[in-house]
């Protein structure tokens, strides 16, 4: 599947001008302002950077292979708190029981540029440690992309209260979580070509003022203190620590902190292109994670005074739609999803008197009474007058104007889009 295309429409469909994000070229009707670079995953599975201003087109992998139909990818702000996320040799990582190897075996970068975690032959833990500050009764998420060279692996962590310690330790063979104590969340990730990416959440005391992360080797008996062996390790890449109660794409760092600044992508269409009295808002689109905030987007007249918005709601797995005319609210729907973090297909049917909300294939639900919206002219990824912008996933995203098609024609195209 190429890249996504507002502009595919079925054959006899009325409909307005439609816009698009031409990432691979930099040419688009959306103005992206991204004002740093960025990593996406490319068609062949890889991680690359992408240039600031430039939206990312991403292919996630599906056990260990790339989707593929790629999605636009749109991510919040983010810090990268690791200052060395690839070179463990620098004196900020210390080792305990272990020697480093640079440049070892290739990365999920396609580079020769990961390091060799090799075990001594004592009889204890065999790990790396790092030290950073961290804010309080805050939610922070580490990662590392693992590739076994004999071992497992784990990640063992905890504030400067140590009011708790976690450990997690992950089958990196197998691609599964072994056991986790502490009670963060933990999640691993097929990256392919034997790389996993490992990660543990969990929210800081309200007194911590840092985070002490320690990836360390577990043997086949699933122990992290044993006698090694002086052979066998791991491999390993791309350490990350966020404020964020979920990893996002992979921020290099090679000497202090770095920044990837938030994604943005509006300021498509105008007056000529919508149909303020009757149409179709559609997109196929997933959720980064159910993170109890609102993300949106919407027609509107460029405030949310006069919008028709699509979002997920600040509940888990919840597709809303909301509109309003003239600053009042007129229809207020929402429906449940099996999971928000899966590309679901949504669409939003308005007309006076008239709206629903189709999602997967079938009317959710409707709503017979309420006015539409006055002076649609712009497409944004927020709810019109840039709150609660949309982060997350889209392949798809269409409008259509449906005057002059009947009833059925419309339930047509709706069950169409959206099967």
């Not at 240039?51 to 996630?60: E, G, I, K, V």
């Not at 020769?112 to 833990?125: P, Q």
């Not at 990836?215 to 002086?230: A, H, K, V």
């Not at 919206?373 to 104007?401: I, M």
Request: glycine share 8%; with cysteine.
């Amino acid at each position: 599947m190429e890249a996504p295309n507002l502009a595919m429409i079925p054959s006899g469909v009325k409909a307005g001008k439609l816009y698009s994000i031409m990432p691979e070229d930099g040419v688009g009707d959306f103005s992206a302002t991204r004002n740093s670079t960025a990593t996406r995953v490319n068609k062949d599975g890889l991680i690359e950077t992408v240039a600031q201003y430039t939206p990312r087109l991403n292919y996630d992998l599906i056990n260990g292979k790339p989707d593929s139909c790629p999605h636009y990818l749109l991510e919040p702000q983010r810090i990268n708190t690791f200052p060395y996320s690839e070179d463990y040799t620098q004196s900020d990582w210390l080792k305990f029981r272990v020697t480093i190897t640079a440049n070892s075996t290739t990365s999920p970068e396609g580079e020769l540029n990961a390091y060799k975690i090799t075990e001594d032959t004592s009889n204890d833990t065999h790990l790396l440690q790092e030290g950073v500050s961290a804010g309080a009764s805050l939610n922070y998420t580490q990662s590392y992309f693992v590739k076994s060279n004999g071992r497992n692996f784990g990640i063992r962590s905890y504030d400067s209260t140590v009011s708790v310690v976690y450990l997690v330790k992950y089958d990196i063979i197998n691609g599964s979580i072994i056991s986790n104590t502490g009670g963060g969340t933990a999640n691993i990730q097929d990256f392919g070509n034997g790389w996993f990416r490992c990660s543990l959440t969990y929210t800081t005391n309200a007194s911590a003022t840092g985070i002490t992360s320690q990836p360390r080797l577990i043997d086949d008996s699933d122990n992290d203190s044993y006698l090694g062996d002086g052979v066998s390790g791991i491999y390993l890449f791309g350490a990350q620590l966020e404020q964020s109660s979920y990893s996002t794409s992979y921020i290099p760092t090679s000497g202090t902190t770095v920044t990837r600044a938030a994604d943005s992508a509006n300021g498509a269409g105008d007056a000529s292109t919508f149909n303020s009295e009757q149409g179709i808002l559609f997109a196929e689109i997933a959720a980064l994670a159910n993170d109890n905030t609102f993300r949106m987007m919407c027609i509107c007249d460029g405030t949310n005074n006069n919008s028709v918005n699509l979002q997920f709601k600040n509940t888990d797995n919840t597709i809303r739609t909301r509109i309003e005319s003239g600053g009042v609210a007129q229809v207020d729907m929402d429906s449940t999803v099996l999971s928000a973090l899966n590309f679901n297909k949504i669409a939003v049917k308005f007309k006076a008197n008239d709206f629903a909300l189709w999602i997967n294939g079938n009317e959710a639900i409707t709503d017979t009474s309420g006015s539409t919206p006055l002076g649609l002219n712009e497409l944004k990824f927020d709810n019109g007058s840039g709150n609660h912008k949309f982060y997350g996933k889209f392949k798809d995203l269409r409008y259509y104007d449906t005057e002059g098609m009947t009833d059925t024609e419309i339930n047509n195209l709706l069950t169409q889009l959206t099967q």
